[in-house]
């Protein structure tokens, strides 16, 4: 293989990481992502040699690729999303750290995602609410500082249509008051809520609890889980209590989650809940529990320090 060739490969390469970011901000699905980032590989390793040859900016193509097929995914998405068993709440994350995998090569996708307060469980689900356009065109833009001329190529409209989709997006998470930053303290509040829930205390989480949290249990049907949310600090208590009896032996870990303080739920060693915290005022006001299988697999290597 020459020299060029190996250097022109080593960059196609390199994209990986970067599109896999980009994937699962647009998806808020991990496996989703890798698909469509393997798919824009499936592409360009498609094309004949010349073709490759003769576009100017690899990276530049990949992006484009991968932006229209995940583009395409969110219109089916929604579908699927309409047909799905109780909440759909997008797939958790754990910290790169906690991540004990393979190689890099074989190392799972959550391993390649950068967390930041674009990833925090509130933010993508503000994006969930977002027309598949304008979530593109707001990812792009005001996440990873694509310009509208380029991000038009992807979406099929004008640069102009661009900033206005993007627009209508920023209004969305303007009126969500999702906190830019981790609460202060915020890991003490979820070893505080881990410790009463262990105990059973009832008074306690309700404490912790603000009058008019909510709870989002997402078991995609395969798993039980409340199908609506759980509304309100004593209902919530009671039944997060209900759930620990019915599972004795529940281990609970302190875990980052999407890159804030999380909890992890593990059942005779196994990942059973993967619970994502919203904090203000030093109260839990939102936890996001998913149980759903499908969506804990980066999570079954995880915490087994």
Same mark, same amino acid.
């Given at each position: 293989?020459?020299?060029?060739?190996?250097?022109?490969?080593?960059?196609?390469?390199?994209?990986?990481?970067?599109?896999?970011?980009? *994937?699962?901000?647009?998806?808020?699905?991990?496996?989703?992502?890798?698909?469509?980032?393997?798919?824009?590989?499936?592409?360009?390793?498609?094309?004949?040699?010349?073709?490759?040859?003769?576009?100017?900016?690899?990276?530049?193509?990949?992006?484009?690729?991968?932006?229209?097929?995940?583009?395409?995914?969110?219109?089916?998405?929604? *579908?699927?999303?309409?047909?799905?068993?109780?909440?759909?709440?997008?797939?958790?994350?754990?910290?790169?750290?906690?991540?004990?995998?393979?190689?890099?090569?074989?190392?799972?996708?959550?391993?390649?995602?950068?967390?930041?307060?674009?990833?925090?469980?509130?933010?993508?689900?503000?994006?969930?609410?977002?027309?598949?356009?304008?979530?593109?065109?707001?990812?792009?833009?005001?996440?990873?500082?694509?310009?509208?001329?380029?991000?038009?190529?992807?979406?099929?409209?004008?640069?102009?249509?661009?900033?206005?989709?993007?627009?209508?997006?920023?209004?969305?998470?303007?009126?969500?008051?999702?906190?830019?930053?981790?609460?202060?303290?915020?890991?003490?509040?979820?070893?505080?809520?881990?410790?009463?829930?262990? *105990?059973?205390?009832?008074?306690?989480?309700?404490?912790?609890?603000?009058?008019?949290?909510?709870?989002?249990?997402?078991?995609?049907?395969?798993?039980?889980?409340?199908?609506?949310?759980?509304?309100?600090?004593?209902?919530?208590?009671?039944?997060?209590?209900?759930?620990?009896?019915?599972?004795?032996?529940?281990?609970?870990?302190?875990?980052?989650?999407?890159?804030?303080?999380?909890?992890?739920?593990?059942?005779?060693?196994?990942?059973?809940?993967?619970?994502?915290?919203?904090?203000?005022?030093?109260?839990?006001?939102?936890?996001?529990?998913?149980?759903?299988?499908?969506?804990?697999?980066?999570?079954?290597?995880?915490?087994?320090?």
């Amino acid at each position: 293989m020459s020299t060029s060739t190996s250097s022109d490969l080593s960059v196609i390469v390199g994209e990986r990481g970067h599109l896999t970011n980009l *994937a699962y901000r647009l998806l808020g699905s991990l496996a989703e992502a890798e698909d469509a980032v393997q798919e824009t590989y499936a592409r360009w390793y498609a094309m004949p040699k010349h073709r490759q040859e003769a576009i100017e900016s690899p990276g530049a193509w990949l992006t484009t690729v991968a932006g229209r097929i995940c583009l395409d995914l969110l219109g089916s998405a929604r *579908a699927r999303r309409e047909r799905y068993v109780g909440a759909w709440v997008p797939e958790p994350l754990p910290d790169r750290t906690e991540w004990t995998g393979g190689p890099t090569e074989l190392a799972d996708p959550a391993d390649r995602i950068t967390l930041d307060e674009s990833v925090n469980m509130a933010f993508l689900l503000v994006l969930e609410s977002m027309t598949p356009a304008e979530r593109v065109a707001f990812v792009l833009h005001d996440v990873f500082r694509y310009p509208f001329a380029e991000i038009a190529a992807i979406v099929g409209r004008t640069p102009a249509a661009c900033r206005q989709l993007a627009t209508s997006a920023r209004r969305r998470v303007r009126a969500a008051r999702i906190p830019t930053a981790a609460a202060p303290g915020q890991a003490g509040l979820v070893r505080e809520f881990k410790e009463a829930w262990e *105990a059973r205390d009832i008074k306690a989480l309700v404490g912790l609890l603000a009058p008019d949290a909510a709870m989002i249990a997402d078991g995609g049907g395969l798993v039980g889980a409340a199908l609506r949310p759980v509304e309100g600090a004593e209902r919530i208590a009671q039944y997060l209590i209900h759930i620990a009896d019915r599972a004795p032996g529940l281990t609970l870990l302190e875990r980052s989650v999407n890159g804030r303080p999380g909890l992890v739920a593990q059942h005779t060693g196994a990942t059973v809940t993967v619970a994502a915290f919203e904090l203000t005022d030093e109260r839990v006001t939102r936890i996001w529990a998913v149980r759903n299988p499908e969506k804990l697999g980066p999570w079954s290597q995880a915490g087994r320090h």
